[in-house]
């Protein structure tokens, strides 16, 4: 299935809201915490407008989701405890969370050693 067919069949915010459990129309099924949606965002106040303009986001171990709007058909804005607001997730970016979610994170907490910063 192309990620341009790719469809949520369900989104559940778990019930002690630090995680995103999501069902998709291909069967494949995701729990992404909150901590790694908030330090993965794709707003552009995280990535920057250039991969030199990334920062790193730390100390968000205890974050939780507040709420989530849905943007068009396509994507769902989450709003953390933290006050951010300004990532649209897409379908495709939630489902490349979701199957490399171990690599990325990975390379998070590789990247909060080595600048010396803590979840």
């Known amino acids: 299935m192309s990620d341009t067919t790719i469809w949520p069949t369900e989104l559940r915010v778990a019930k002690d809201r630090r995680s995103l459990k999501i069902t998709f129309n291909s069967g494949?099924?995701?729990?992404?915490?909150?901590?790694?949606?908030?330090?993965?965002?794709?707003?552009?106040?995280?990535?920057?407008h250039s991969p030199e303009q990334r920062i790193?986001?730390?100390?968000?171990?205890?974050?939780?989701?507040?709420?989530m709007v849905p943007i068009g058909n396509y994507a769902v804005r989450i709003v953390f405890d933290d006050r951010h607001d300004t990532g649209i997730f897409t379908w495709t970016y939630l489902a490349r969370l979701g199957r490399d979610r171990d690599a990325l994170w990975q390379e998070h907490l590789d990247e909060l050693q080595e600048k010396g910063l803590s979840r």
Request: charged share 25%; proline share 3%.
């Open 56 to 67: 790193t986001v730390w100390g968000k171990r205890d974050i939780t989701i507040s709420e």
């Open 28 to 48: 494949e099924a995701f729990e992404i915490s909150a901590e790694m949606l908030r330090v993965l965002s794709p707003s552009a106040e995280v990535q920057g």
